[in-house]
């Protein structure tokens, strides 16, 4: 029946069939939900014995298949012939739409549904959609609560072990990926190799607004956002309201005080980590963008391409209200502020507004008396 491809047995559910009758029967029991066999360790249960005995190494340690090239262990002799093809470089399957080659059938039907948009595996909790049945997995157990893996470094909670490996990197500051190109290390594959297409410049996912390249299909859609205007996370403190569910976290940090990233050369606090980062060149005096006019340096390439404007004279951000034009984004919504009178940083101690939080921590030294600048004559 291989060779025929004959598959007799069908799924009255989901119409997938199976060559023997015990096959379409194991397949049943995922849509009843069925998984009689379970784990003492953790309670975890399985729809296969054979899966069971396979998880339960995760308990052991067992891992019996060893790579003769790294000497890294498996649990299973096909993952040890997977992970050979990292090695080899052998990638037999490839994507017809973009010519991306993958090692493995299953990679590639995964990696298609980009190109379809097909998401077949739904959230019962908030409908969500999910293009593999592990991100279901997953993401359902954010609605459950359940994180049972602990750090013991800083307690911090995990659904999954794999995020708590992922997680304890951090601390160890193990990062086994490196690129070849810059020798810059990642504690995940998938960060390199990301990475990497900044070196080679490769950008396959376009808008077909404004014809923007990306390297990741999530920073597209993140992107597309911009010309639709859709905003869908919204600050219950000021109502602004952002693309990502980042933007707002980081935002909230405004109003809650908070600055988890503090610079050990000098003890002040970011809300953010990448302005820590950018804070910390200021002590090593690094500063490796420089401006071809006037060779003035800086820390970071957009800070460069903001401060060439100056120079070309490119101002893209116009005010509808007064034609007023500005190099920054940033610059023209603080500006269109004065139009509505929007004033969202108000004083605690005598009710008086401002438009920007800089403004507001200024005006606060009124009260506190505060004069950090002294006259050296």
Same mark, same amino acid.
């Given at each position: ?22 096959? %379409? $029967?194991?397949? &049943? ?17 399985? *729809? ?13 340690? #067992? ?17 040890? $012939?997977?992970?050979?093809?990292? #090695? ?6 490839? !994507? ?40 279901? $997995?997953? @993401?359902? &157990?954010? @609605? =459950? ?25 951090? @601390? ?19 960060? %390199? ?8 410049? @490769?950008?396959?996912?376009? !808008? ?11 920073? +597209? ?26 933007? +707002? ?49 800086? *820390? ?41 009178? #929007? ?18 921590? =200024? ?15």
């Amino acid at each position: 029946m291989i060779h025929r491809g004959h598959k007799p047995f069908i799924c009255t559910e989901c119409n997938k069939s199976f060559i023997q009758h015990s096959d %379409l $029967k194991r397949h &049943q029991m995922i849509h009843k939900g069925q998984k009689p066999f379970t784990c003492t360790e953790c309670n975890k249960s399985f *729809t296969q014995l054979s899966e069971l005995k396979r998880h339960q190494m995760i308990h052991t340690g #067992h891992k019996p298949f060893t790579c003769s090239e790294c000497n890294k262990n498996f649990t299973q002799l096909s993952e040890l $012939k997977r992970h050979q093809m990292i #090695h080899t470089g052998h990638k037999p399957f490839t !994507c017809t739409e973009c010519n991306k080659n993958f090692s493995q059938i299953s990679d590639l039907k995964r990696h298609q549904i980009i190109h379809t948009g097909h998401k077949p595996f739904m959230c019962n909790e908030c409908n969500k959609r999910f293009t593999r049945h592990s991100h279901l $997995k997953s @993401h359902e &157990q954010t @609605h =459950r609560a359940v994180k049972q893996f602990t750090c013991t470094e800083c307690n911090k909670y995990f659904s999954q072990i794999s995020h708590l490996k992922r997680h304890q990197m951090i @601390h160890t500051g193990h990062q086994p990926f490196t690129c070849t190109e810059c020798n810059k290390s990642f504690t995940q594959s998938s960060d %390199l190799k990301r990475h990497q297409m900044i070196h080679t410049g @490769h950008k396959p996912f376009t !808008c077909s607004e404004c014809n923007k390249s990306f390297t990741q299909l999530t920073n +597209l859609k993140f992107h597309q956002r911009i010309h639709t205007g859709h905003k869908p996370f919204e600050c219950i403190e000021c109502n602004k309201s952002f693309t990502q569910l980042i933007g +707002l976290k980081c935002h909230q940090r405004i109003h809650t005080g908070e600055r988890p990233f503090t610079c050990r050369e000098c003890k002040k606090s970011f809300t953010q980590l990448s302005h820590l980062k950018r804070h910390q060149m200021i002590h090593r005096g690094h500063k490796p963008f420089t401006c071809s006019e006037c060779n003035k340096s800086f *820390t970071q390439l957009i800070g460069l391409k903001f401060h060439q404007r100056i120079h070309t004279g490119e101002r893209l951000y116009t005010c509808r209200e007064c034609n007023k034009s500005f190099t920054q984004l940033s610059h023209l919504k603080r500006h269109q502020m004065i139009h509505r009178g #929007h004033k969202p940083f108000i004083c605690t101690e005598c009710n008086k507004s401002f438009i920007q939080h800089s403004d507001l921590k =200024r005006h606060q030294m009124i009260h506190t008396g505060h004069k950090p600048f002294t006259c050296t004559v």
